[in-house]
């Protein structure tokens, strides 16, 4: 049997052969643009680090004349004691993330998976306290926190002022809604026939939960678990208002500690911003793989 290609088939083949993929040149123009704007700031910072001010003095800060080194970055780092102070972050961002994730999890589980009718309005609550600022919310937290009575083998200060617990509840808090309404979506594009399947077989609620649904949402952990890094490392407001004392400070206030009384030191004050910034850019790049696969991962369908 022989099969004729007709002049429409002739003309489509030569038309699709001959046709090449469209370049979005606009749009890599404009990706280009906001990679410079974003890319600025931190580059004239890392700029600035690394000259000594005399030749800043000198010169100007846009001028390219002048010694460089890292001087600056060593000064900052003995001066401003961000050894102690990257501790401090640790503690503070680490139980932070994990209570964040963990406590998510379970609100995006019960609203996703469990049918039952105040599951959607649970859902728009937590997502609405992400609309509050924290300034409006500033005075009555200090207020609580200071009359808070607690034993002083628990909190030197007697309350749950100047003390990481603090902060380590206001982060969890204000985080959650973000976190409960990313994770719901993800759980809702999984099949029902898993946790029906489960059912099936016996899995009570916490079995579908932990043994079903978490393992599934990994990618979606790893990308919120960069972003909640990335948040509450560089939260600045919250310790500096319910932490009083300087030895339990995270490192994004040790930059306090490079101002000057009369005269700043601009070049200083980059480099000690600059060390800020390597954590959360480790991470990044190091998760980076996870951050974009949880954040493309149901983009598209078929």
Known sequence: ??????????????????????????????LLVLAVMWLLPLGWSLYTALRPVESTNQYGYFSVGGAFNFDNFVTAWNQGGFSKYFWNSVIITVPSVILTLFLSSLMAFAVSRVSWKFN??????????????????????FQMFKHLTLPYWFSDSGTLLNTYISVIAVDTAFQIGFCTFVLSNYMKALSPDLTEAALVDGAGIWRQYWSVIMPLCRPAFAALGTLEVIFIYNDFFWPLLFIQSGDRLPVTTAINNLQGVFLSNYNLLAAGATITVIPTLVIYLLLQRQFVAGLTLGSSKG
């Open 1 to 30: 049997m022989t099969v004729v290609a007709t002049p429409t088939d002739l003309a489509r083949g030569t038309e699709y052969s001959g046709s090449r993929p469209k370049r979005h040149y606009g749009t890599h123009l404009i």
């Open 120 to 141: 959607i309005t649970l859902l728009i609550m937590f997502t609405a306290g992400n609309l509050l600022p924290p300034q409006v919310l500033a005075a009555p937290l």
